[in-house]
C-alpha cells in the first residue's frame, strides 16, 4: 500500500470515527438532556431506584461518552453518581467509566495519528498542548495537567497518546490524578442525596478554591512546562 492510499485509509478511519461519536451522542442526547433539568434528574434518580442494573448501565454509557464526547462537563457526571450511588459505588463506577473511555480515545489516537485531534479540537488548543511532545518530562507534566481544575483535559486525552508515554503510565497517572477532585464531586453529589448540607457546602468549597488555583496558576504551570523544553533545546544548540 502506497502513502496516498494509507492517507486515504487513514482520512476514512477518522470520518468514521467521527461518525460513530455523532452517532452515540445523537442516540444518548435523550438521556444527556435529562441532566439539564430537575424533573429529568429525578427520573434518572427514578430510573435507578427502579431497575439498578439498568442505572449503572446509563450512567456508565454516560460517563464513557462525557470522556470520548466530551459532550457534558465532568463534575455534572461526577456529582450524578454520587446522588444515584452513593460515595464509594458512585467512585467507583467514574473511575471504571473514565478508564474505559480514556482506553477508548488513547488506543484510537494512537491508531488514527493527528488528523483525529485536528478533526474534533480548535487549533489554538492543540498548539496550547503541543510541547508534550517534545518534552521530557512528560509524565510529570500530564499529572500535573490532570490534577489540577480548569486544564484541559478533554484535549489532554487526545493530545497525549501523541507523546512518547506508555499506555499503562498515562492510565495510571491520568486516573490517580484525576481522583482527588472526582472524589470531592461525588462526595458532594452524595451529601445532596442524603440531606447532609455542611458535608455538601464543605465540598463545594473546596472545589471552588481548587478552581479558583487553576484559574490564577494554569497559564504559568504550563508556561513552566514549555520553558523547561526550549532551556533543552537551546542547550542542544
Known amino acids: 500500500m502506497n502513502n496516498k492510499q494509507k492517507n486515504a ?13 455523532v452517532g452515540l451522542t445523537a442516540l444518548c ?26 442505572g449503572v448501565v446509563v450512567f456508565m454509557f454516560l460517563q464513557v461518552l462525557q470522556i470520548v464526547v466530551a459532550l457534558i462537563p465532568g463534575a455534572v457526571v461526577q456529582i450524578l453518581s454520587g446522588v444515584l450511588f452513593g460515595g464509594f459505588w458512585g467512585s467507583v463506577l467514574c ?3 473514565t478508564l474505559l473511555g ?24 492543540i498548539k496550547k498542548l503541543s510541547f508534550l511532545q517534545d518534552t521530557k518530562k512528560v509524565e ?12 484541559p483535559k478533554d484535549a489532554l486525552t487526545y493530545i497525549a497518546p501523541l507523546t512518547r508515554i506508555k499506555p499503562t503510565t498515562f492510565f495510571v497517572l491520568s486516573i490517580v490524578a484525576r481522583a482527588p ?6 462526595v458532594f453529589g452524595s451529601s445532596l442525596g442524603n440531606g447532609n448540607v455542611f458535608i455538601a457546602v464543605l465540598m463545594f468549597a473546596i472545589v471552588a478554591v481548587a478552581g479558583v488555583f487553576g484559574i490564577l496558576y494554569k497559564d504559568r504551570i504550563i508556561g513552566f ?13
Not at 485509509?9 to 461519536?21: E, Q, S
Request: aromatic share 8%; glycine share 4%; hydrophobic share 60%.
Open 9 to 21: 485509509v487513514k482520512v476514512a478511519a477518522v470520518l468514521i470515527f467521527i461518525a460513530v461519536i
Open 95 to 97: 473511575i471504571v467509566g
Open 140 to 151: 510529570l507534566a500530564v499529572f500535573i495537567l490532570y490534577l489540577i481544575p480548569v486544564m
Open 225 to 237: 512546562f514549555k520553558n523547561a523544553r526550549k532551556s533543552r533545546s537551546d542547550k542542544r544548540i
Open 29 to 54: 442526547w435523550p438521556i444527556v438532556s435529562m441532566l439539564t433539568s430537575s424533573e429529568g434528574r429525578d427520573r434518572l434518580e427514578a430510573l435507578v431506584n427502579d431497575n439498578l442494573m439498568l
Open 181 to 186: 477532585s472526582m472524589i470531592v464531586s461525588i
Open 102 to 125: 480514556e482506553m477508548i480515545v488513547f488506543y484510537a489516537v494512537k491508531k488514527l495519528g493527528m488528523p483525529i485531534v485536528e478533526a474534533l479540537f480548535d487549533p489554538k488548543g
